[in-house]
C-alpha cells in the first residue's frame, strides 16, 4: 500500500514537472518544399534559439496556401497562430491579423519607430494596411539576371563579340552587377552566345533562359509592365482600370511591343528555346546550372547559395548577375518586387508566443545568420527585408548583387486586392500561347485587356 | 432475409458511414454549385443555375471534357493492349521469368506525384534523357510538353507507363487460374498458339478482363497527378483534363461555387459512362458464364 502510494507521488510529480517544462506550441504556416525558409526551420532546431517555444509547421504548396489560410480564418477554426504570405495577400490577410505594432507598442524592449525604419520603406508600406504595419516582412527579392561570367569575361569571345558588333561585351559595374543598354544590346548579346558548340546542327548553349509557365512566366511578364511605367499596379491603375483596356489605346502598343519582346526571343531571334513555355523557375535554372544557358532570369536570389558552391563552379565556372532593367522604356520604370511576411492571427491563443516568433525571426541579427548559414551550405537565398542586414549580407556576397541593387530602386508590386489571382491568371494562360506563338501580340493584348475589364466589371469596381 | 431484423442492425453502421462520408459531401457539392462563393469576401449568396449556365459557355471545359474521354480511351486501351501481351509472356516459362515480372512491378510503385516529377525531368528537351537519345540517334528532338498539339499524349505516355503493371497483374492472375483442360484439348487438336489465345483463353478470361477494364476505366476519369505535375493543363490550357480544370477554378481562381458546379458536370459525366460501361460489362460476362 505505502510503495503504492509512493509510486503514485512520484508519477504524479513526473507529470507536474514535464508539464511545467512542456514548450507553448505555435502553428505557423509554412510554403512546401521552400528552400529560403528551411534554414530557418533548422536553426529553431537548437532549443537556444527560441526557449519555450514549440513550432509546428503547417505546411502548403504556394498555390494552395492561400486558400487554406482563408478557409480556417473564414471558418474561426483557430487553427493557425502565424500565418505567411506575400505582400499581395496581405490586404486579404489583414483583416484576420493583429497589427504586429501592438505587439511592438507593448514590448518594452523595443521602440517602435526604430522597429519600423529598419525596413526598406517600400516593403513597409507592402506590409501595412491604412498606414498601420499588420504583418512583418521576413524575406523577398526581385527578378534577376544570373550569366555565365566566365564565359563573359574570356578574352577570346570579348574579342570575338567587339569584332562581330562593333562595341566592348558588356561588364559589370563597380557592384558587380552587369547593366546592358538597352533590349537591343541584350538581343545582340544573347544571339552572340546561341550556338551549336558541337557541330551537329543543334543548338547547345542558348543565349538566355527564362521559365514560361503559368506563374513565374507570368511574372516576368508582370516586371516588364512596371518597368514600361504602368503605375501603380501594372495590371490596374490608379482607377483600378486595365492601363491596356479599351479606354486607354494610348498605351496598346507597349503592350503589344512586350509581348512581341518575349515572343521574337524563341521564334524570330531564336537565343530562348521554345520548350520554356514548360519552364518553371527550377527547370529554367536547372537549364543554366548544365551550361547550356549563358544567361537565364528570374527570382533567382534562391539559388544563390548553389551557384556559389563549389561543385557548381567546377562545372560551369563562377556566376554573375545583371539587372532587368534594360526593359525599362518609362520615366516610372520600377522594379516588381515581392516581400513575404509573417502575420499574427487574432484568433490565435499563443499571441506572445506567436510574436516571439515573428520578433526572432525579423531580427537584424537573426536575419545575418540566417542569410550566412543558407550561403555557406548552399541553402535558399533571399534579400532580407531589414536595411543593414541586406546591406550586410551583400557587402559579404551573401546575396546576389543585383539583388541588393535593385532593391535600392523604386519598387513595385501588384495590387493587393482580393481579385488579384484571378486578374494574374487572366494574362498567364495567353501569356503560354504567345510563347507557343499560338497568337499574336495583338491578340494577346486585346484578350488579356478585356479579361481584365471583365473581371473588375463583375467584382463591381465599374459598370 | 427482407423480414429479419437483425438484416438492418447489421448493415446500417456501413449506411451511415456511407451517408456522412459520401452522402455528406455530394450533397453539399450541389449545394455549393449553386452559390457564388468568394471566399475572400466571405460572402456566400444564391445564384441559381448561373454557374451551370456559365460552364455551358466555357469552351476551355467542354475541350478538358472530350480530352479526359479521349485520355480515357486511349490509356485505358493502352493499358489493356500492353498488360495482356506481358501477362501472356510471363505465363509462359522462360529463363528470367521472375526477374521480368518484378522489373515490370516497378512503375507501379512509385506514387504518381513522383513518377510525374521523374517524367518532366525526362521530358525536359534541352537537358532529358530522352532527347539526349533521339538525338544519339540522330533523330528529330520532340517538344514532349511544350508543344500544345503533343503534351497530353506525353501525358498519357506515362500514365500507360505507371499503370499497364496493374493490368498485367490482374490479367496474370486470371490466367494463372484458368483450368487447364480446355487449352490441352485444344491444342492436342492442332491449334496453334495464336488460335488457342483468340478462341480459348480469351473467352475463358473475358469476367477478369472486364473487371480489370471496369476499375481502371472509372479509375482513370479521375486522373489529376500526372497532367497537373507535368504540365498543370499547359501549355496553353491543351492539356487541361476536367480535374485539372475544376482544380485551377476552385484553388487558383478560388472560385468555389463555379469549380463546384464544373464538379457535378464531371461527376454526371463520369457516372454515364461508367454505367454505360459497366452494364455492358456485366451483362456480357454473365452471358459468357451462365
Given at each position: 500500500m505505502r510503495r503504492g502510494m509512493l509510486i503514485a507521488l512520484v508519477l504524479a510529480g513526473c507529470i507536474f514537472l514535464v508539464g511545467s517544462a512542456a514548450d507553448e506550441t505555435i502553428d505557423v504556416v509554412n510554403n512546401q518544399g521552400w528552400t529560403v525558409s528551411d534554414t530557418g526551420w533548422a536553426m529553431l532546431g537548437d532549443p537556444n534559439e527560441l526557449p519555450g517555444i514549440e513550432v509546428r509547421l503547417n505546411?502548403?504548396?504556394?498555390?494552395?496556401?492561400?486558400?487554406?489560410?482563408?478557409?480556417?480564418?473564414?471558418?474561426?477554426?483557430?487553427?493557425?497562430?502565424?500565418?505567411?504570405?506575400?505582400?499581395?495577400?496581405?490586404?486579404?490577410?489583414?483583416?484576420?491579423?493583429?497589427?504586429?505594432?501592438?505587439?511592438?507598442?507593448?514590448?518594452?524592449?523595443?521602440?517602435?519607430?526604430?522597429?519600423?525604419?529598419?525596413?526598406?520603406?517600400?516593403?513597409?508600406?507592402?506590409?501595412?494596411?491604412?498606414?498601420?504595419?499588420?504583418?512583418?516582412?521576413?524575406?523577398?527579392?526581385?527578378?534577376?539576371?544570373?550569366?555565365?561570367?566566365?564565359?563573359?569575361?574570356?578574352?577570346?569571345?570579348?574579342?570575338?563579340?567587339?569584332?562581330?558588333?562593333?562595341?566592348?561585351?558588356?561588364?559589370?559595374?563597380?557592384?558587380?552587377?552587369?547593366?546592358?543598354?538597352?533590349?537591343?544590346?541584350?538581343?545582340?548579346?544573347?544571339?552572340?552566345?546561341?550556338?551549336?558548340?558541337?557541330?551537329?546542327?543543334?543548338?547547345?548553349?542558348?543565349?538566355?533562359?527564362?521559365?514560361?509557365?503559368?506563374?513565374?512566366?507570368?511574372?516576368?511578364?508582370?516586371?516588364?509592365?512596371?518597368?514600361?511605367?504602368?503605375?501603380?499596379?501594372?495590371?490596374?491603375?490608379?482607377?483600378?482600370?486595365?492601363?491596356?483596356?479599351?479606354?486607354?489605346?494610348e498605351n496598346w502598343g507597349v503592350v503589344e511591343s512586350i509581348a512581341r519582346f518575349a515572343q521574337d526571343l524563341i521564334w524570330k531571334y531564336k537565343v530562348t528555346p521554345p520548350e520554356i513555355v514548360q519552364y518553371a523557375y527550377t527547370d529554367a535554372i536547372l537549364v543554366y546550372l548544365s551550361g547550356k544557358a549563358a544567361m537565364s532570369a528570374s527570382w533567382y536570389h534562391d539559388f544563390w547559395g548553389q551557384v556559389n558552391s563549389d561543385e557548381v563552379i567546377a562545372d560551369i565556372g563562377e556566376t554573375g548577375t545583371f539587372s532587368l532593367d534594360f526593359h525599362n522604356r518609362a520615366p516610372r520604370a520600377g522594379t516588381f518586387a515581392g516581400f513575404w511576411g509573417w502575420g499574427i492571427a487574432s484568433d490565435t491563443d499563443s499571441p506572445q508566443a506567436a510574436y516571439e516568433f515573428v520578433k526572432w525571426w525579423s531580427s537584424e541579427d537573426t536575419q545575418r545568420r540566417m542569410i550566412e548559414k543558407a550561403f555557406l551550405e548552399g541553402g535558399g537565398i533571399y534579400v532580407p527585408p531589414n536595411i543593414n542586414a541586406a546591406a550586410w549580407a551583400a557587402g559579404m556576397g551573401y546575396i546576389p548583387p543585383a539583388s541588393y541593387e535593385s532593391t535600392l530602386d523604386d519598387l513595385y508590386t501588384l495590387p493587393m486586392i482580393p481579385e488579384l489571382p484571378e486578374l494574374r491568371n487572366a494574362h498567364r494562360g495567353l501569356h503560354e500561347q504567345l510563347l507557343l506563338n499560338e497568337i499574336t501580340p495583338i491578340e494577346f493584348r486585346q484578350r488579356s485587356g478585356e479579361t481584365i475589364e471583365q473581371i473588375m466589371t463583375d467584382a463591381g469596381y465599374y459598370d | 432475409m427482407l423480414r429479419n431484423r437483425k438484416f438492418y442492425f447489421f448493415v446500417l453502421p456501413a449506411v451511415l458511414v456511407i451517408a456522412v462520408l459520401i452522402g455528406f459531401p455530394v450533397v453539399k457539392l450541389f449545394w455549393l454549385s449553386g452559390m457564388r462563393y468568394d471566399l475572400m469576401k466571405g460572402v456566400i449568396e444564391p445564384i441559381g443555375w448561373a454557374n451551370f449556365q456559365r460552364i455551358l459557355g466555357d469552351t476551355e471545359f467542354l475541350h478538358a471534357i472530350l480530352r479526359t474521354l479521349l485520355y480515357v480511351v486511349v490509356v485505358v486501351t493502352a493499358n489493356f493492349v500492353l498488360g495482356l501481351t506481358m501477362a501472356v509472356v510471363a505465363d509462359r516459362p522462360f529463363k528470367g521469368n521472375r526477374l521480368f515480372q518484378l522489373i515490370l512491378m516497378f512503375p507501379m510503385l512509385l506514387i504518381p506525384t513522383a513518377a510525374g516529377v521523374l517524367w518532366r525531368f525526362m521530358y525536359n528537351p534541352t537537358i532529358g534523357p530522352l532527347n539526349s537519345l533521339l538525338k544519339a540517334l540522330s533523330l528529330p528532338q520532340v517538344a514532349w510538353l511544350s508543344s500544345s498539339s503533343l503534351a497530353v499524349w506525353s501525358i498519357m505516355l506515362v500514365d500507360i507507363w505507371a499503370w499497364t503493371p496493374y493490368m498485367f497483374l490482374v490479367l496474370y492472375a486470371g490466367l494463372k487460374a484458368l483450368p487447364q483442360e480446355p487449352l490441352e484439348a485444344?491444342?492436342?487438336?492442332?491449334?496453334?498458339?495464336?488460335?488457342?489465345?483468340?478462341?480459348?483463353?480469351?473467352?475463358?478470361?473475358?469476367?477478369?478482363?472486364?473487371?480489370?477494364?471496369?476499375?481502371?476505366?472509372?479509375?482513370?476519369?479521375?486522373?489529376?497527378?500526372?497532367?497537373?505535375?507535368?504540365?498543370?493543363?499547359?501549355?496553353?490550357?491543351?492539356?487541361?483534363?476536367?480535374?485539372?480544370?475544376?482544380?485551377?477554378?476552385?484553388?487558383?481562381?478560388?472560385?468555389?461555387?463555379?469549380?463546384?458546379?464544373?464538379?457535378?458536370?464531371?461527376?454526371?459525366?463520369?457516372?454515364?459512362?461508367?454505367?454505360?460501361?459497366?452494364y455492358f460489362a456485366f451483362t456480357r460476362g454473365r452471358g459468357e458464364t451462365a
Open positions: 505546411e502548403f504548396p504556394f498555390a494552395d496556401m492561400l486558400g487554406a489560410e482563408t478557409r480556417e480564418l473564414q471558418l474561426g477554426s483557430g487553427a493557425f497562430d502565424v500565418l505567411m504570405g506575400t505582400e499581395a495577400w496581405m490586404p486579404v490577410l489583414a483583416p484576420f491579423m493583429t497589427p504586429i505594432t501592438d505587439f511592438v507598442e507593448a514590448d518594452p524592449t523595443v521602440d517602435l519607430q526604430e522597429f519600423k525604419d529598419s525596413f526598406f520603406p517600400l516593403v513597409l508600406e507592402q506590409h501595412s494596411t491604412d498606414g498601420i504595419m499588420t504583418s512583418t516582412p521576413i524575406m523577398g527579392g526581385v527578378q534577376i539576371g544570373y550569366y555565365l561570367k566566365d564565359l563573359f569575361e574570356d578574352p577570346a569571345e570579348q574579342a570575338a563579340f567587339k569584332a562581330e558588333y562593333g562595341y566592348d561585351l558588356p561588364t559589370p559595374n563597380e557592384n558587380g552587377v552587369l547593366h546592358f543598354s538597352n533590349e537591343g544590346q541584350f538581343l545582340e548579346v544573347a544571339q552572340f552566345f546561341t550556338r551549336d558548340t558541337d557541330g551537329d546542327g543543334a543548338i547547345d548553349l542558348w543565349g538566355y533562359v527564362c521559365p514560361g509557365q503559368w506563374g513565374q512566366g507570368g511574372c516576368m511578364f508582370e516586371d516588364r509592365l512596371f518597368r514600361a511605367g504602368f503605375y501603380p499596379w501594372a495590371l490596374l491603375n490608379e482607377e483600378y482600370k486595365c492601363p491596356w483596356g479599351s479606354e486607354y489605346p | 485444344a491444342r492436342i487438336d492442332g491449334a496453334g498458339s495464336f488460335k488457342v489465345l483468340r478462341y480459348v483463353t480469351l473467352p475463358m478470361l473475358r469476367p477478369v478482363v472486364f473487371v480489370a477494364v471496369s476499375l481502371k476505366f472509372i479509375d482513370t476519369f479521375r486522373v489529376f497527378a500526372y497532367p497537373w505535375v507535368l504540365t498543370e493543363g499547359g501549355p496553353g490550357g491543351s492539356s487541361h483534363v476536367m480535374s485539372t480544370y475544376i482544380y485551377l477554378n476552385a484553388f487558383r481562381n478560388l472560385k468555389y461555387g463555379l469549380s463546384s458546379a464544373m464538379a457535378v458536370v464531371a461527376m454526371l459525366i463520369s457516372l454515364t459512362f461508367s454505367s454505360i460501361f459497366l
